[in-house]
């Protein structure tokens, strides 16, 4: 589980699918992978019918990476969902009316936060939120556990845990 891999750690990733089940996610969270299904039906008729889509995480103050890669997998999931007609803005930084085919990704560095992802659909007179918050670390070692039932005996593949939910 990790959104950082080079190329060439994806194509042994492939290689090794090819000799036994291999499970990549993004993220082990099951709430999270959860919410990576319910928003792309979300999008479709949210986002089809106008509304705007943001999304926000905050993240510990000691995290590199900006947007978390679990971000982007939320933003892609959507996009996904839309025929990928979005761009994304990053941190809002245009200052500038955001284009209706933009989606903000903001992410925030604080304290001691695990991990909070808010998917915002906003249209006419109407707010629909999304939100998940790992209180702690423990959720990625669930998922992991529940991943490692899934694979047991499965024959040999590349999975994901939208396989395991």
């Not at 629909?128 to 070692?141: L, P, R």
């Given at each position: ?24 996610s ?46 982007l ?32 990704i ?60």
């Amino acid at each position: 589980c990790t959104t950082g891999l080079s190329e060439e750690q994806l194509v042994k990733v492939e290689e090794t699918s090819k000799k036994t089940a291999v499970l990549k996610s993004a993220n082990m969270s099951l709430g999270i992978n959860l919410l990576l299904k319910l928003i792309k039906d979300a999008a479709k008729v949210l986002a089809g019918a106008g509304f705007d889509v943001e999304l926000v995480e905050r993240h510990h103050n000691q995290k590199v990476d900006a947007p978390s890669g679990t971000a982007l997998a939320l933003a892609d999931s959507i996009n996904e969902a839309m025929d990928h007609a979005y761009t994304y803005v990053y941190d809002s930084q245009k200052r500038e009316k955001r284009d209706k085919k933009e989606m903000g990704i903001s992410a925030v560095r604080g304290g001691t936060i695990v991990g909070e992802h808010e998917i915002i659909f906003a249209g006419p007179d109407e707010v629909i939120e999304f939100k998940h918050t790992a209180y702690s670390k423990a959720v990625f070692g669930k998922g992991a556990v529940e991943a490692a039932k899934f694979l047991a005996g499965k024959p040999a593949g590349l999975y994901d845990m939208s396989d395991v939910i």
